[in-house]
C-alpha cells in the first residue's frame, strides 16, 4: 500500500542551527513528492516538489530537498533555521495524474519548534 | 500563490444546525478535496470531486455532504452540526499537470 511515513513528531531546533526533517514513502512507481508547511490555523503551503530530474530540489523560504530512491526518502532541509520556521511540516505522495480523483498521500506531520 | 478560497474562516454554531462551508477556485482546476484535520493531528480526506457532477467519499468517514455544479465551487454541508463535527476543514484542488494540490486558509468550525 502506498504510504509517507515522517518518524519524527516533534523536532526542535536552535535559531540558526541546520534542519532536516525525514520523510520515507512507499510507492510503486516513481511517485511525485512534495513539502507543504502549515502555521497555526493556516491552510498548507507548497514550500517545494519533485517530478523528475535533479534529485536536489530547491523551494521557498530557504528550503531545499533531496530525492534519494534508494532509500525511498525525501528529506528537507534548511542550512540556518528562522524563529518563523516554528510550523508544522507535512510530506506528501503524488499517484500519477491520470488516477482521477487521487489525492496526494500525506505523512501525519512533524512539528518544528525554534529554540533562541 | 494559489487562488482557493474558503468562507467562512471561523465558525461558532449551535448544535442542530445546518451550515454550509465554502470553497471556490479560479484556477480552472477539475479535481477538488475536502479534508478533516483536528488541531496538530494529521490531514484526513473526506470527500473529492473528479469534475461537475461528480462526487466521492473520500478514507475518512464523515457525515457531511458536498456537490459540484461548477468547476470553482465545491461546498460542503453539515445538515445537524454536532460538537464531534468541531475541526479544521481543509479545501484543496489539484493541478492536471504534475498533480500539485493547493490548499484553501481553511475554516475552524466550532460546534457548541
Known amino acids: 500500500a502506498q504510504s509517507v511515513t515522517q518518524p519524527d513528531i516533534h523536532i526542535t531546533v536552535s535559531e540558526g542551527a541546520s534542519l532536516e526533517l525525514r520523510c520515507n514513502y512507499s510507492?510503486?512507481?516513481?511517485?511525485?513528492l512534495f513539502w507543504y508547511v502549515q502555521s497555526p490555523g493556516q491552510g498548507l503551503q507548497l514550500l517545494l516538489k519533485y517530478f523528475s530530474g535533479d534529485t536536489l530540489v530547491q523551494g521557498i523560504k530557504g528550503f531545499e530537498a533531496e530525492f534519494k530512491r534508494s532509500q525511498s526518502s525525501f528529506n528537507l532541509r534548511k542550512p540556518s533555521v528562522h524563529w518563523s520556521d516554528a510550523a508544522e511540516y507535512f510530506c506528501?505522495?503524488?499517484?500519477?495524474?491520470?488516477?482521477?480523483?487521487?489525492?496526494?498521500?500525506f505523512g501525519k506531520g512533524t512539528t518544528l519548534s525554534v529554540s533562541s | 500563490e494559489a487562488d482557493i478560497y474558503q468562507t467562512p474562516r471561523y465558525l461558532v454554531i449551535g448544535t442542530g444546525k445546518k451550515i454550509t462551508l465554502e470553497c471556490s477556485q479560479t484556477m480552472g482546476h477539475d479535481k477538488m478535496y475536502w479534508y478533516q484535520q483536528d488541531p496538530g493531528m494529521e490531514l484526513h480526506l473526506i470527500h473529492y470531486?473528479?469534475?461537475?457532477?461528480?462526487?466521492e467519499k473520500g478514507d475518512l468517514s464523515s457525515e457531511s455532504t458536498v456537490s459540484r455544479i461548477r468547476t470553482e465551487h465545491f461546498p460542503l454541508t453539515l445538515e445537524s452540526a454536532r460538537p464531534s463535527h468541531t475541526s479544521q476543514y481543509l479545501c484543496?484542488?489539484?493541478?492536471?499537470?504534475?498533480?500539485?494540490?493547493?490548499f484553501g486558509p481553511g475554516t475552524r468550525l466550532l460546534v457548541l
Open positions: 510507492y510503486g512507481a516513481t511517485p511525485y
Open positions: 506528501a505522495v503524488g499517484p500519477e495524474i491520470n488516477q482521477a480523483g487521487t489525492a496526494l498521500i
Open positions: 484543496a484542488s489539484r493541478q492536471e499537470i504534475h498533480g500539485t494540490q493547493y
Open positions: 470531486s473528479y469534475g461537475v457532477n461528480s462526487t
